[in-house]
Structures are given as C-alpha cells and as structure tokens.
C-alpha cells in the first residue's frame, strides 16, 4: 500500500503531476441519456441553467451539477451536411464528452453501425455513408471524418484481390466500394504478368 504524501510533499507532487487539457473528443454512448459535454468551449450556442441547480445522474448514480446547455455540429465527410447536436448539458464534472446515439440518430435521420475497428454515421434514407470514424481502443471516439474509400480503382482492385473491371462495376454500382475515380481501363502490371505464359 502506497502512503499518501505528506503536507509538505506537495510541491514534489506538483512538480511530477501532469497536467492534461480537457479533453474535446466525442464519444459514442449508447448507454447515455443526453449528450453531455465537459466543456462550454465544445458549444456552438449555450444557455446558462446554472440557476435551475439541477443534476444529471451519471453510471455510479451520482448526480453531477448541470451548469448549461446549447448545441454544435459534427462534420462529415464528402461535404455532406453537418451532423447536429441538438441539447446538449454542460457538466463540467463530466470526464469524456458524451454523445446519446438514440437522439442522434433520430435528431439526424442516420443510422450507426458499430465494428471492431470503429463505426460508420448513414444517411438512413439514401444509403449514404456519412462519417468513419476508426477506434483502437475500448470506446468509440469522434475522430476526423475519413472519406468512405473515395479511392482509386487502381487501389481498389489490389485490395480486393485483382478482380476484373466488371467485377469492380458491379461492386461500385451496387454500393459495396465508392470510388471517386473508377476507370475500366486501368492497367495491373501484375494481372498482365500472371496471364503470360511461358512456352
């Protein structure tokens, strides 16, 4: 058992201390109950309510006070429209800002599908993929949109394992792959050496 420092240990303790600036990311929740944000700074508009004295009660069942409320936008990818976070608390006591995936989800028409390695904002009417959003780790942050492989059929067709064009039309046309520059007539040195034959 570690003994606590001393009274006059504090200034070692604040020398070896680090300190950590808070932490803007957003987090995917599903277990939330409104979006919740540590910081007013994340806010695009904000209401105080610090005068209301009310609480949000967290996972330990602790109620922590709630200072404010207001609103802010995710962006997309591909230019799509933003993403809206409509009534969002502001808790300073709050660790990680938070983000309901049920209001979400209905406040944005948009699906979320969540994987091993991230999850993926949906347009639930088109079909659109919207955001990417990869993890490593145990939760699901909101980090930088990444495009929906806006990739080259060229890369396209390396990692799928040098189908034909037609088999990446049909992928494309079907809305398995999304390219931004899907040609037929590219030219795959490998496919064109794995076809020689030798006499």
């Not at 919207?130 to 492989?149: E, N």
Request: net charge positive; hydrophobic share 30%; aromatic share 6%.
């Amino acid at each position: 058992m570690t003994a606590s420092p001393a009274p006059t240990d504090i200034p070692v303790v604040m020398h070896i201390m680090s300190l950590t600036p808070p932490d803007s990311t957003w987090y995917m929740d599903t277990g939330a109950s409104s979006h919740t944000a540590a910081s007013q700074d994340n806010l695009s508009s904000y209401s105080n309510l610090s005068h209301l004295n009310q609480k949000q009660i967290v996972g330990s069942g602790q109620g922590i006070p709630i200072q404010g409320s207001g609103h802010t936008t995710l962006p997309t990818s591909h230019n799509h429209k933003p993403l809206h976070l409509n009534h969002v608390l502001h808790t300073p006591q709050i660790i990680k800002n938070l983000i309901y995936v049920r209001q979400l989800t209905t406040d944005n028409n948009v699906s979320i599908s969540f994987d091993p390695f991230g999850f993926s904002v949906i347009d639930f009417r088109t079909g659109t993929p919207l955001m990417r959003c990869d993890s490593l780790g145990d939760l699901y942050p909101v980090t930088s949109p990444s495009h929906f492989a806006g990739l080259a059929s060229s890369l396209w067709h390396n990692r799928l394992g040098h189908p034909s064009s037609s088999t990446l039309q049909s992928l494309h046309r079907n809305k398995f792959i999304r390219s931004e520059h899907l040609s037929s007539k590219t030219i795959c040195n490998s496919c064109v050496f794995g076809k020689h034959i030798k006499v």
